[in-house]
T-cell receptor, first 113, second 112 residues
């Protein structure tokens, strides 16, 4: 069964360092999402791509976060510099078409120390 | 998208049916009810969705009241692996504004 792949699964980084997460969506899925989930809360959408274009990044803290999906396939989410409050699970999801459901990856657990 | 209200937690005995309630009193006519669950340390998983008729799949059943202001997700024979956070969401189909408002969900603990 096809899955959304994310790496790394776990990341510990020091405050003020740069960190990057990678997501490989299910093949053929044009839409890709990055979510952030703080412990005890539901996921919060950060950015949405349609192919290589950003559709919505209104919730992305653009002073330190960036996301790209250069060839419309895999995607990278970067944080620079990381802050203590960025500690969270970062989830990637993808879906094939407009009337289909999204599939989520296992997430990257980030701890900023 | 309409907001939903769910109990913060519930326990269920293994092998028994688990009935998870969700209130969505402000749901509009074209909004569907979706259920996702999130097992610890994993990404959310789609379970089922419906508009007004009851729905059943291999994972669960969804019962929507006639006035559509509330619904119940039924796990017919809960197992320990069903322990998870369950999210009830309402949204219009094909809405590309995919800001799923997950909320805090219901933490379901299935006990042996």
């Amino acid at each position: 069964e096809a899955e959304v792949a994310q790496s790394p699964r776990y990341k510990i980084t020091e405050k003020s360092q740069a960190v990057a997460f990678w997501c490989d969506p299910i093949s053929g899925h044009a839409t890709l999402y990055w979510y952030r989930q703080i412990l005890g809360q539901g996921p919060e959408l950060l950015v949405q791509f349609q192919d290589e274009s950003v559709v919505d990044d209104s919730q992305l803290p653009k002073d330190r976060f960036s996301a790209e999906r250069l060839k419309g396939v895999d995607s990278t989410l970067k944080i620079q510099p990381a802050e203590l409050g960025d500690s969270a699970m970062y989830l990637c999801a993808s879906k094939k078409g407009r009337y289909t459901e999204a599939f989520f990856g296992q997430g990257t657990r980030l701890t900023v120390v | 998208d309409a907001k939903t209200t769910q109990p913060p937690s519930m326990d269920c005995a293994e092998g028994r049916a688990a009935n998870l309630p969700c209130n969505h009193s402000t749901i509009s006519g074209n909004e569907y009810v979706y259920w996702y669950r999130q097992i610890h340390s994993q990404g959310p998983q789609y379970i089922i969705h419906g508009l007004k008729n009851n729905e059943t799949n291999e994972m669960a059943s969804l019962i929507i009241t006639e006035d559509r202001k509330s619904s119940t997700l039924i796990l017919p024979h809960a197992t320990l692996r069903d322990t998870a956070v369950y999210y009830c969401i309402v949204r219009a189909p094909g809405n590309d504004d995919y800001k799923l408002s997950f909320g805090a969900g219901t933490t379901v603990t299935v006990r042996a």
